[in-house]
């Protein structure tokens, strides 16, 4: 058994641990080759994963954590907290509850423990594709959809609600209307994009925020080396024995914020999981705060002359 990972409550009541694994990868890898990775994580100590109707990793995640608890890796079902993701396709008030059935299927579970809309975009209800065509992005109609997004909670399919790149500016036309708050607001987050403002917005409203790209997604081909690279993350990791990942995912971890890391190497999933028993000192926390500041996934992929946004600046509000 790994290292015990920090849990925080969510406004929903529900507790989430503060680290999850994140399964998104393109190409997709092998099925069996997911399943062993997610096994090898429960095994070192995770209990927190992060899928989306989008990945293609709903149906291997379910596998593993059935065979998790036959082998008594885990005891209950509820001592893991899994997160899945409502797709652009289905982001419309009347297919949010099959969306979300079927999710349910693929894991082979009752209920997930948080339920994010994927971005804060419709598209037409066509098959799953990224990149999609741009002729098919509609404007999302926050309240309705998030209405069913409440009606799944209330029917316990679901323990907790929230979204995913949503700016200050959409979180406040979305709560205009809202019944239940949204929990989490998943988003690009490290220190070489650290998104202060909505940090401080999320906080004044109660919504956990979860990073995406903690490490800056270096390896992805719209990723950056803007983390890994970063001479000031570099001399505090060598002058703390640590890694430069690890001060990144603590700094993170220290602005009260979870973190999703992804990694199928189970060395590198045990480095993760060591970020809980040292800390960054003030001067260190002063040091990062100078990074300079870049958004990794410029969002240009949402940009369209037809769609709901027409600049990069309207899908993100100028959020930083």
Request: glycine content about 6%.
């Amino acid at each position: 058994m790994g290292e015990r990972i920090p849990e925080v409550v969510l406004n929903s009541g529900e507790k989430i641990p503060m680290l999850g694994l994140g399964t998104a990868s393109s190409p997709v890898p092998h099925q069996d080759l997911l399943i062993s990775s997610f096994i090898s994580a429960i095994e070192t100590g995770c209990r927190h994963f992060d899928t989306g109707a989008l990945y293609g990793s709903e149906a291997p995640l379910g596998k593993a954590i059935a065979q998790a608890l036959q082998q008594g890796r885990v005891k209950t079902r509820d001592e893991l907290f899994i997160t899945s993701k409502l797709w652009c396709t289905n982001a419309h008030h009347d297919r949010v509850l099959p969306a979300l059935k079927q999710s349910l299927q693929n894991l082979e579970l009752d209920y997930i423990d948080l339920y994010l809309i994927h971005w804060p975009v419709s598209s037409k209800p066509v098959e799953y594709k990224f990149p999609f065509d741009k002729e098919d992005l509609l404007p999302m109609d926050f309240k309705a959809v998030w209405e069913a997004m409440e009606e799944c909670q209330r029917l316990g399919l679901v323990k907790s609600i929230g979204v995913s790149n949503f700016s200050c500016k959409k979180l406040s036309q979305l709560m205009v209307n809202a019944k239940i708050p949204p929990a989490v607001n998943q988003v690009e987050l490290n220190p070489a994009w650290q998104q202060r403002q909505l940090r401080d917005f999320c906080k004044e409203n109660g919504i956990l925020v979860s990073a995406w790209s903690p490490l800056g997604a270096c390896g992805a081909s719209w990723g950056s080396l803007a983390v890994m690279d970063s001479p000031i993350l570099k001399e505090i990791a060598a002058a703390k024995g640590k890694s430069t990942a690890q001060v990144s995912l603590r700094w993170i971890y220290q602005q009260g914020v979870s973190v999703i890391v992804k990694s199928f190497n189970k060395e590198r999933m045990k480095e993760n999981l060591g970020i809980f028993d040292w800390e960054l000192s003030e001067e260190e926390l002063q040091q990062i705060s100078q990074i300079p500041q870049q958004r990794g996934f410029s969002g240009e992929l949402f940009i369209s002359p037809t769609g709901p946004y027409k600049t990069v600046q309207e899908l993100w509000d100028e959020d930083s």
